[in-house]
């Protein structure tokens, strides 16, 4: 099916490991971005991108660093993982047009506890 | 700076009877607005959106939205509320860059 995949769905990391969270989208979007999502706190813009080659800052940059070599693909990297960073992550993709879109599209989701 | 509102952390109402999820904004120029969905353990869904054109605002499900441009409001309405309404709703809202802003979310719990 057609849509925003993200991998892994689950992930606990120890303090000051890295890792990769994967996203992945087969709609040829140009627009991709993460999220993190915490209580009381909605969705927070980690980064983002306009296209392959292209990545900005978000609201709560640091400690991420993403990349876009392909229009499918913008994995998020975590350099030194903290317990701050415990968090539900949320990758989303739209088209670039956004009056003829109808919103984004939401991966399902990657839970990361960081002990 | 762009800004989204939701003043409820939660609202409550029987089923059968009509909801109102409430959203203020704040941004520089036309606001494009948004309202989507999340279930439990699941990413977000679309429910509509307001670009420009007419105030009402027709999306998934049976809800809907009315852009209120004095009152920097775009409050998601349903007539007649269902048990599966229950969900975490989010507004977010765009202008003049491709960052969306979401607000803080609020749960609707619709009781039988």
């Known amino acids: 099916n057609a849509g925003v995949t993200q991998t892994p769905k689950f992930q606990v990391l120890k303090t000051g490991q890295s890792m990769t969270l994967q996203c992945a989208q087969d709609m040829n979007h140009e627009y991709m971005s993460w999220y993190r999502q915490d209580p009381g706190m909605g969705l927070r813009l980690i980064h983002y991108?306009?296209?392959?080659?292209?990545?900005d800052q978000g609201e709560v940059p640091n400690g991420y660093n993403v990349s876009r070599s392909t229009t499918e693909d913008f994995p998020l990297r975590l350099l030194s993982a903290a317990p701050s960073q415990t968090s539900v992550y949320f990758c989303a993709s739209s088209p670039l047009d956004r009056t003829s879109n109808y919103g984004y599209t939401f991966g399902s989701g990657t839970r990361l506890t960081v002990v | 700076a762009q800004s989204v509102a939701q003043p409820e952390d939660q609202v409550n109402v029987a089923e059968g009877n009509p909801l109102t999820v409430k959203c203020t904004y704040s941004v520089s120029g036309n606001p494009y607005l948004f309202w989507y969905v999340q279930y439990p353990n699941r990413g977000l869904q679309f429910l509509l959106k307001y670009i420009t054109g007419d105030n009402l605002v027709k999306g998934s499900y049976g809800f809907e939205a009315e852009f209120n441009k004095s009152q920097t409001s775009f409050h998601l309405k349903k007539p007649s509320a269902l048990v599966s309404d229950s969900a975490l709703y989010f507004c977010a809202v765009i202008s003049g860059t491709y960052k969306y802003i979401f607000g803080t979310g609020t749960r609707l719990k619709v009781l039988a």
């Open positions: 991108s306009v296209g392959a080659g292209i990545t």
